[in-house]
């Protein structure tokens, strides 16, 4: 009698053990999910760009607020992210490049050269699908290019098929090449299309 209680309490010391080291290693995992760093970056003429990025940044809690790329001195602070989302409008309509009329077209060819390997990078874009919409938020695709040359691995891809306009240079096979948003003719879609990314990039990137 003696002798099984001993071997009980030695079991449920060893199953205690077991339950601290499951907790202990949870912890850990805990302490490094939450030291990953993802910064949003945007450009923008009218404000619109800027705005959707404070929206974005209010449905991740994990990100750091939104900064406007034309006041990055070093671009090297890109690569000191785990992930990095950007905000782009076309303004440029038509052009084969430097399609956004911002600060981004003067750093493209910067951007590529950057060594952005195991960083992840979503893009959104702003466009009109009415006024323009054989140029449906061309910029994105070009922004895309030049992270994607820097060893980005890209992420947060949208369906194409919600949406009305003729062609794209951001459309890659089904998808565009990251989050279009029309503020001028759809803006009654943009909630719930930035919601349902902003769901979407919590599983691909943070």
Request: hydrophobic share 35%.
């Given at each position: 009698?003696?002798?099984?209680?001993?071997?009980?309490?030695q079991e449920n010391l060893k199953k205690t053990k077991f339950t601290l080291n499951v907790q202990s290693c949870f912890k850990i995992f805990l302490i490094l999910n939450c030291s990953m760093t993802v910064g949003i970056y945007f450009a923008t003429t009218t404000g619109k760009t800027e705005d959707i990025a404070e929206r974005l940044h209010g449905l991740l809690d994990s990100a750091e607020g939104p900064k406007d790329i034309?006041?990055?001195?070093?671009?090297?602070?890109?690569?000191?992210?785990?992930?990095?989302?950007?905000?782009?409008?076309?303004?440029?309509?038509?052009?084969?490049?430097?399609?956004?009329?911002?600060?981004?077209?003067?750093?493209?060819?910067?951007?590529?050269?950057?060594?952005?390997?195991?960083?992840?990078?979503?893009?959104?874009?702003?466009?009109?699908?009415?006024?323009?919409?054989?140029?449906?938020?061309?910029?994105?695709?070009?922004?895309?290019?030049?992270?994607?040359?820097?060893?980005?691995?890209?992420?947060?891809?949208?369906?194409?098929?919600?949406?009305?306009?003729?062609?794209?240079?951001?459309?890659?096979?089904?998808?565009?090449?990251?989050?279009?948003?029309?503020?001028?003719?759809?803006?009654?879609?943009?909630?719930?299309?930035?919601?349902?990314?902003?769901?979407?990039?919590?599983?691909?990137?943070?």
């Amino acid at each position: 009698m003696y002798q099984k209680s001993i071997l009980n309490r030695q079991e449920n010391l060893k199953k205690t053990k077991f339950t601290l080291n499951v907790q202990s290693c949870f912890k850990i995992f805990l302490i490094l999910n939450c030291s990953m760093t993802v910064g949003i970056y945007f450009a923008t003429t009218t404000g619109k760009t800027e705005d959707i990025a404070e929206r974005l940044h209010g449905l991740l809690d994990s990100a750091e607020g939104p900064k406007d790329i034309s006041d990055v001195d070093d671009l090297s602070e890109l690569a000191g992210h785990d992930g990095v989302i950007c905000g782009i409008p076309t303004w440029n309509t038509g052009a084969d490049s430097e399609r956004s009329g911002t600060a981004w077209d003067s750093i493209l060819e910067d951007i590529g050269e950057l060594d952005l390997s195991g960083k992840k990078v979503a893009i959104f874009g702003l466009g009109d699908s009415s006024t323009y919409t054989e140029n449906y938020c061309d910029a994105m695709e070009e922004l895309h290019r030049y992270f994607q040359q820097a060893g980005a691995s890209m992420v947060g891809y949208t369906a194409k098929t919600d949406y009305t306009f003729d062609e794209s240079k951001s459309v890659v096979g089904e998808e565009f090449c990251g989050l279009p948003l029309d503020e001028d003719s759809e803006s009654d879609m943009t909630d719930e299309r930035l919601s349902g990314w902003a769901e979407k990039l919590k599983g691909e990137m943070f």
